[in-house]
């Protein structure tokens, strides 16, 4: 009992709930706009049946990898297309591949859906998905996102209940933040539109390291994963630059309202 509950056990859990926490903002990020897309009165409801549901999920994920922890990096199949195209993928560069194209697929997409859309109050009734589809999205990219994360915490520990505390303690956290995730998100839209970047550069995240897992090559040039350092620079260039946008859009607002009640004040009775 000592030996499960050491100082050694106890510190790496630690250090995985603060790992979860800050991998799991994207997540927590897509969750908030996902749920946004199904009726208001249920939004609530979705998400935290969809985090609730991938918590189960993740445990059950993490049972899979410590059992195919071996194989996950072995060479499934290769492609030779005369130096125009070189790859050697296995599951784990698969994965990544498959859950960045999907990730930036949906951004893309939700950014056109922004675009396209004539009144932005309409949004908030223009819901096109189900409850269910959106908890199964949720679940699902719930996994995509995780699948790193239960890598790098079974690099730090095989103990499987440091682990499984991590990720349940991670996901309460979740369920407790999402609604005043999805409240800021509601009360200033801008940042709907820099979170929905943001999920696009973490397509661009997993694409890159993908591609450096299955050792790809694109005209001879070889594919570099995308440093974590540089995706939160890039992160936090662009909520720096849309803040002081947002700042000086305001004032500019202010200084063009005083010069339009001075050069066109208001009759006096």
Do not use: C
Not at 65 to 80: A, E, K, M, R, Y
Not at 98 to 114: D, S, V
Not at 137 to 163: E, K
């Amino acid at each position: 009992m000592e030996a499960v509950f050491s100082l050694e056990n106890i510190f790496t859990l630690l250090m995985l709930i603060l790992l979860q926490a800050v991998l799991g903002f994207d997540n927590l990020l897509y969750i908030s706009i996902e749920a946004g897309r199904t009726p208001e009165h249920r939004q609530k409801f979705v998400r935290r049946t969809g985090i609730l549901l991938a918590i189960v999920f993740r445990l059950v994920l993490m049972f899979i990898l410590l059992g195919l922890i071996n194989s996950l990096t072995q060479p499934l199949f290769s492609v030779q297309q005369g130096g125009i195209f070189e790859a050697s993928f296995t599951f784990h560069s698969i994965i990544s591949l498959f859950g960045g194209g999907f990730i930036m697929y949906t951004a893309t997409k939700e950014i056109m859906h922004l675009l396209a859309v004539e009144h932005i109050e309409g949004i908030e009734g223009d819901k096109k998905k189900s409850v269910p589809v959106v908890i199964a999205t949720i679940v699902f990219m719930n996994l995509i996102f995780s699948f790193d994360s239960l890598l790098s915490a079974i690099a730090l520990t095989h103990v499987i209940w440091v682990i499984a505390t991590a990720i349940i303690i991670s996901g309460l956290m979740m369920v407790l933040l999402a609604d005043q995730v999805s409240a800021f998100l509601k009360k200033n839209r801008m940042f709907e539109v820099i979170g929905l970047f943001i999920l696009f550069i973490v397509g661009i995240l997993l694409l890159t390291e993908g591609g450096h897992l299955a050792h790809m090559k694109l005209f001879g040039f070889e594919v570099i994963a995308m440093s974590k350092t540089s995706f939160y620079f890039v992160i936090f260039v662009m909520v720096v630059v849309s803040v002081v946008q947002t700042r000086y859009r305001n004032k500019l607002e202010k200084q063009r309202a005083i010069e339009h009640d001075t050069a066109h004040p208001a009759p006096s009775t």
